[in-house]
């Protein structure tokens, strides 16, 4: 995948994410949902349309227990963006590396939210929450091949690529042994600008290009996730420091102690 390089310095504002027309509909299973338009995606951006996105809405049970998310819930890192208006706040925790993360229901071609009323309804506690989520992303990711992965360069440093079609390409991060069978025992300097799609370079590679070519791909995407460069060397993954001049008007994927 070959594409040219921004001169050193310059930067990339995200574009605004205006709201546009409003579509209220209730669904069979009793929901009321309201979907707004956002601006128009870049021609390198695809997602579901509207019916895709209410069919999988009306899939999903008036009362979600934890029987039926159980094997739905997997880590997301955390969008950029705000999440849309009324939406409850999502619940958070520091995972292995000091990784933050958030959870969500996979539905398809989106994720809900786990907040913290679920988590009381399911009478579940966050580290439940996150040992289910590891185990269901780790028997996702089983699946994933190397022949999976798109081989590219960028301003000519080897770069792979991967999109799951899993929804797990970004949380990979917090699979160091499933990563290091599909890109090998090389140190990797990795990037994860969208929810599906996560980017390698050789451990050698200067953090600015990594992240230059995060904030680029992130900017296009509707969740945009925060900056954030992940170093996979000797089977586990850490993140690496970042230059707070290079911030590329995205914020930072933040930073803690893991749950212990």
């Known amino acids: 995948?070959?594409?040219?390089?921004?001169?050193?310095?310059?930067?990339?504002?995200?574009?605004?994410?205006?709201?546009?027309?409003?579509?209220?509909?209730?669904?069979?299973?009793?929901?009321?949902?309201?979907?707004?338009?956002?601006?128009?995606?870049?021609?390198?951006?695809?997602?579901?349309?509207?019916?895709?996105?209410?069919?999988?809405?009306?899939?999903?049970?008036?009362?979600?227990?934890?029987?039926?998310?159980?094997?739905?819930?997997?880590?997301?890192?955390?969008?950029?963006?705000?999440?849309?208006?009324?939406?409850?706040?999502?619940?958070?925790?520091v995972m292995s590396g000091g990784i933050t993360v958030q959870f969500g229901i996979d539905i398809g071609p989106a994720f809900m939210s786990v907040s913290a009323e679920l988590l009381?309804?399911?009478?579940?506690?966050?580290?439940?929450?996150?040992?289910?989520?590891?185990?269901?992303?780790?028997?996702?990711?089983?699946?994933?091949?190397?022949?999976?992965?798109?081989?590219?360069?960028?301003?000519?440093?080897?770069?792979?690529?991967?999109?799951s079609g899993r929804s797990v390409a970004s949380t990979l991060v917090l699979a160091p042994l499933e990563l290091t069978r599909l890109?090998?025992?090389e140190p990797q300097l990795l990037v994860a600008p969208m929810r599906d799609l996560l980017i390698a370079f050789p451990g050698e590679t200067e953090v600015e290009l990594a992240m230059w070519l995060h904030a680029e791909i992130a900017a296009e995407d509707p969740n945009c996730l925060p900056l954030a460069a992940f170093r996979l060397e000797n089977g586990g993954v850490s993140m690496v420091p970042l230059i707070p001049e290079l911030a590329l008007d995205l914020p930072f994927l933040s930073f803690g102690a893991p749950l212990s």
Not at 45 to 52: C, F, Y
Request: overall charge positive.
């Open 120 to 163: 009381r309804q399911w009478a579940k506690g966050v580290a439940d929450l996150a040992a289910t989520a590891i185990v269901n992303l780790h028997a996702r990711a089983a699946s994933i091949e190397p022949g999976d992965l798109y081989h590219g360069s960028l301003s000519g440093i080897a770069t792979t690529w991967l999109q």
């Open 183 to 185: 890109l090998g025992p």
């Open 1 to 93: 995948m070959q594409k040219t390089k921004r001169a050193k310095g310059s930067k990339r504002r995200q574009p605004p994410r205006s709201r546009g027309s409003r579509h209220p509909a209730t669904l069979s299973n009793g929901w009321t949902l309201e979907a707004r338009e956002g601006p128009p995606l870049s021609e390198n951006v695809v997602q579901a349309s509207l019916p895709e996105l209410l069919a999988a809405f009306e899939s999903v049970p008036t009362e979600i227990d934890w029987d039926w998310a159980q094997g739905r819930v997997l880590p997301v890192l955390p969008r950029a963006r705000p999440q849309p208006a009324g939406s409850a706040e999502p619940i958070q925790a």
